[in-house]
């Protein structure tokens, strides 16, 4: 059996925080790195996957997939879900390669979803529009690793456009492109504090958000305005977490004007405004977080920074002028080291693009 590859990439999340799963709107894009997966079909049932980096080959039946507790199961839950959905998947096996640092908040865990789904298109030939292969590939993060995402990773990885950022709307899904101006760059530095969603925290602000939702007698937080916000009796816990995602909407539908005028200062400081939110009201940030935006924004040429993904530790991304991104990563790293005794490590992003353009 001939081998065939696929490639998924990260995604970076620039406004929208958490407000994918309350039926709203988010600005990403997916990035330069990603992960790779190499395979082909068996003929035994069994399916059998590496990955470079992480020692021992994890095997499962294709008839009996259950999760494992292990970086495998994002693939084997993909596998089965599209297994359940008709598709025909039978034994493979993979092996997978990564430039994205794991746990930095970069969405590793999507990469290897949509790596997997790709694949298996390929192996088995069959074919699935983009939407559904990221509804699917949330499905198993959602059942089978049991984390309650929304869909915001999974189409990053698979929308993807070179030098675009990606407009998604969670409750019309719908997906657009917009240029991203060229003189800009996205520079990502990892905390070295990994972020991890399995941790409860994630499912927990969820589960905030939709009560928020509920006493409000809105069906999502999509459709509450500051206003009604205000003026609602609430916990006051409860009200922060939605006053976040009630701002973060507020930033995404502006910042998409901003950035079809060019105006990169204006998006840069709702960048800001948005990780101040994070710290005030959603409480997903970090002190190596703030530290690291803190540093970033005090750069000459930084528009604006903020805490990228779920939050929790990770990564912070930070918009800033393409020709001074060098000196500014050197000086945020430096500055981070100095200041809390971490390395942080900076990435200097290109905006890619997604699964299905690359062959
Ligand atoms: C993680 C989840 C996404 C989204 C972000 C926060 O990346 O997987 O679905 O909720 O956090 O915006």
């Known amino acids: 059996m001939p081998f065939v590859s696929s490639f998924a990439p990260g995604r970076v999340e620039l406004l929208g925080n958490h407000t994918d799963y309350n039926q709203g709107v988010v600005l990403s894009a997916a990035i330069d790195l990603g992960i790779t997966a190499r395979g082909r079909r068996r003929e035994d049932g069994r399916i059998v996957l590496t990955s470079d980096g992480i020692a021992g080959v994890v095997e499962a039946g294709v008839a009996d997939l259950a999760a494992k507790d292990s970086w495998a199961d994002y693939p084997l839950g993909v596998t089965k879900v599209l297994k359940d959905a008709g598709y025909?998947?039978?034994?493979?096996?993979?092996?997978?390669?990564?430039?994205?640092?794991?746990?930095?908040?970069?969405?590793?865990?999507?990469?290897?979803?949509?790596?997997?789904?790709?694949?298996?298109?390929?192996?088995?030939?069959?074919?699935?529009?983009?939407?559904?292969?990221?509804?699917?590939?949330?499905?198993?993060?959602?059942?089978?690793?049991?984390?309650?995402?929304?869909?915001?990773?999974?189409?990053?990885?698979?929308?993807?456009?070179?030098?675009?950022?990606?407009?998604?709307?969670?409750?019309?899904e719908t997906v657009a492109t917009i240029p991203f101006p060229h003189d800009v760059g996205l520079l990502i530095v990892h905390s070295g504090v990994k972020h991890a969603l399995t941790g409860g925290e994630y499912n927990e602000r969820r589960d905030q958000c939709f009560e928020a939702a509920k006493i409000l007698g809105v069906?999502?937080?999509?459709?509450?305005?500051?206003?009604?916000?205000?003026?609602?009796?609430?916990?006051?816990?409860?009200?922060?977490?939605?006053?976040?995602?009630?701002?973060?909407?507020?930033?995404?539908?502006?910042?998409?004007?901003?950035?079809?005028?060019?105006?990169?200062?204006?998006?840069?400081?709702?960048?800001?405004?948005?990780?101040?939110?994070?710290?005030?009201?959603?409480?997903?940030?970090?002190?190596?977080?703030?530290?690291?935006?803190?540093?970033?924004?005090?750069?000459?040429?930084v528009y604006g920074a903020r805490l990228t993904g779920g939050g929790f530790g990770g990564a912070i991304v930070a918009l800033v002028d393409l020709a001074a991104i060098d000196t500014i990563a050197q000086a945020v790293e430096a500055g981070y080291l100095q200041k809390t005794g971490n390395k942080g490590t900076a990435y200097r992003c290109l905006l890619g693009d997604g699964a299905l353009m690359h062959g």
């Open 88 to 172: 025909p998947v039978g034994g493979f096996e993979a092996e997978f390669s990564s430039t994205l640092p794991p746990g930095a908040g970069l969405s590793s865990s999507a990469a290897l979803e949509v790596s997997t789904a790709v694949l298996l298109t390929r192996i088995f030939d069959f074919a699935i529009a983009p939407l559904d292969l990221a509804k699917l590939c949330r499905k198993a993060e959602n059942e089978f690793v049991g984390v309650s995402c929304g869909l915001l990773d999974q189409v990053s990885s698979l929308f993807g456009k070179k030098d675009h950022a990606i407009y998604l709307d969670c409750r019309a």
């Open 219 to 301: 069906p999502a937080l999509r459709d509450a305005t500051s206003a009604q916000l205000a003026a609602a009796a609430m916990p006051p816990l409860v009200k922060r977490r939605a006053a976040h995602i009630v701002g973060e909407n507020e930033r995404v539908f502006a910042a998409v004007d901003f950035l079809k005028q060019g105006d990169v200062a204006a998006f840069g400081r709702l960048m800001s405004d948005s990780h101040r939110s994070s710290i005030g009201n959603f409480e997903n940030s970090t002190g190596e977080l703030d530290a690291l935006v803190e540093i970033a924004g005090g750069q000459p040429g």
